[in-house]
């Protein structure tokens, strides 16, 4: 095929090619161009939570974003204002290792275990 075309429309067609696939590449990494959480609840029981992510201000979301990861495969929005979300703002910024922000949830578990059984 294209051996009866002239080099110039060869070279075309092949920088046409790699600038279409560089355009497709470029659109995929950016997928976050807006604000995840539009609602935000003020608490959720720590022994529903399996995970949170914390997204900080950015130039797509002015808003600090907490999501939590709860059991029954829900995810939720917490806000970041609440005594909870403060909370888990500070585990998340001294602990940003996966492992340790599931320590730091078992760890609240049990205070809130504690507070329950003491009179």
């Known amino acids: 095929m294209f051996s009866k075309l002239p ?11 790699l600038h279409i696939s560089k355009d497709q ?3 995929a990494t950016s997928i976050r161009d807006r604000c995840e959480c539009v609602n935000t609840i003020d608490f959720v029981p720590y022994r529903k ?11 797509f979301c002015k808003n600090t974003e907490i999501i939590l990861h709860q059991r029954n495969n ?5 806000n970041p204002d609440s005594k909870q979300g ?8 001294v602990n940003k290792d996966s492992a340790r922000i599931k320590a730091c ?3 609240k578990i049990k205070r809130d275990k504690k507070a329950k059984k003491q009179p």
Do not use: D, H, P, Y
């Open 86 to 93: 403060q909370g888990l703002q500070e585990c998340w910024r």
């Open 49 to 59: 939570i399996t995970f949170f992510t914390i997204t900080e201000k950015s130039s």
């Open 74 to 78: 829900k995810e939720v929005c917490l």
């Open 7 to 17: 080099a110039t429309t060869a070279t075309f067609l092949i920088f046409l090619s």
């Open 105 to 107: 949830i078992r760890q």
């Open 25 to 27: 590449m470029a659109n």
